[in-house]
T-cell receptor, first 112, second 112 residues
Framework: DAMVIQNPRYQVTQFGKPVTLSCSQT?????MYWYQQKSSQAPKLLFH???????NEADTPDNFQSRRPNTSFCFLDIRSPGLGDAAMYLC???????????FGPGTRLTVL | QQQVKQSPQSLIVQKGGISIINCAYE??????FPWYQQFPGKGPALLIA?????SEKKEGRFTISFNKSAKQFSLHIMDSQPGDSATYFC???????????FGSGTQLTVLP
C-alpha cells in the first residue's frame, strides 16, 4: 500500500504557467519535505514542514512556494516555471522522533 | 562541513560480484547514516541504515561498514544481481537536524 502518494506522476506545463504538485501521506508523519531532483543528481531539499512550522532552504528560489493545509497533505506551487525547473519533484515524510524518511514516487515536471 | 562525499560516480560489476560504494563525511555531529536505492523514474527507497555505535550492519546481501575514526562508511552488495542496477545515494543526518545531507550518487550497473 502506498504510504506517500504524489499526484500527478507526470506534469507538463508551459513556460510561466503556474503549476501545483500535490503530496499526501497515510503515515500520519509530522515532518514533510519537498525535494527537487535533476538528472544524475542527488535530491536537493527545497523546504520542509515540522507540523505547521515551515522551513525554507536559503537557496530555494522565491518562485517555489508550499502549503500544508493539514497533516496528510502538502502542496508545491511553482508560480512561474522556467525551463530550468524541469525536474523530478519528490515528497518525503518522517516522524519527528524517528530517523527513517519515506519518499514518494515523485512527479516528473516538464516545462515547454 | 555539511558535505558527504561519495565515490565512485559509476560502477560496473559482473553478476555475482561484490559492489562497493564509499562515502566520507566531516561533520562529527552526524549520527544517522542511511543508504537509498533509486530506480529510474522512481523515488529513493531506504535500503539500509546504521548508527555510529556499531561498525557493521547486514541485511541480506547488503552490508554497511562504518569507520568512525576515519569518518567513512561504505555499502557492500554481495552476489550482485542485474536487478540491483540502480543509483545509490548515501546520506547523513546529525541528531538535531531535520534534513538529510545526501552524497552525489553512484550509478551501479550489474552485467548479466
Amino acid at each position: 500500500d502506498a504510504m506517500v502518494i504524489q499526484n500527478p506522476r507526470y506534469q507538463v506545463t508551459q513556460f510561466g504557467k503556474p503549476v501545483t504538485l500535490s503530496c499526501s501521506q497515510t503515515l500520519n508523519h509530522n515532518v514533510m519535505y519537498w525535494y527537487q531532483q535533476k538528472s544524475s543528481q542527488a535530491p536537493k531539499l527545497l523546504f520542509h514542514y515540522y507540523d505547521k512550522d515551515f522551513n525554507n532552504e536559503a537557496d530555494t528560489p522565491d518562485n517555489f512556494q508550499s502549503r500544508r493545509p493539514n497533516t496528510s497533505f502538502c502542496f508545491l506551487d511553482i508560480r512561474s516555471p522556467g525551463l530550468g525547473d524541469a525536474a523530478m519533484y519528490l515528497c518525503a515524510t518522517r516522524t519527528g522522533w524517528d530517523n527513517e524518511q519515506f519518499f514518494g514516487p515523485g512527479t516528473r515536471l516538464t516545462v515547454l | 562541513q555539511q558535505q558527504v562525499k561519495q565515490s565512485p560516480q559509476s560502477l560496473i560489476v559482473q553478476k555475482g560480484g561484490i559492489s562497493i560504494i564509499n562515502c566520507a563525511y566531516e561533520n562529527t555531529a552526524f549520527d544517522y547514516f542511511p543508504w537509498y536505492q533509486q530506480f529510474p523514474g522512481k523515488g529513493p527507497a531506504l535500503l539500509i541504515a546504521i548508527r555510529p555505535d556499531v561498525s557493521e550492519k547486514k541485511e541480506g546481501r547488503f552490508t554497511i561498514s562504518f569507520n568512525k575514526s576515519a569518518k567513512q562508511f561504505s555499502l557492500h552488495i554481495m552476489d550482485s544481481q542485474p536487478g540491483d542496477s540502480a543509483t545509490y545515494f548515501c546520506a547523513a543526518r546529525p541528531g538535531s537536524a531535520r534534513q538529510l545531507t545526501f552524497g552525489s550518487g553512484t550509478q551501479l550497473t550489474v552485467l548479466p
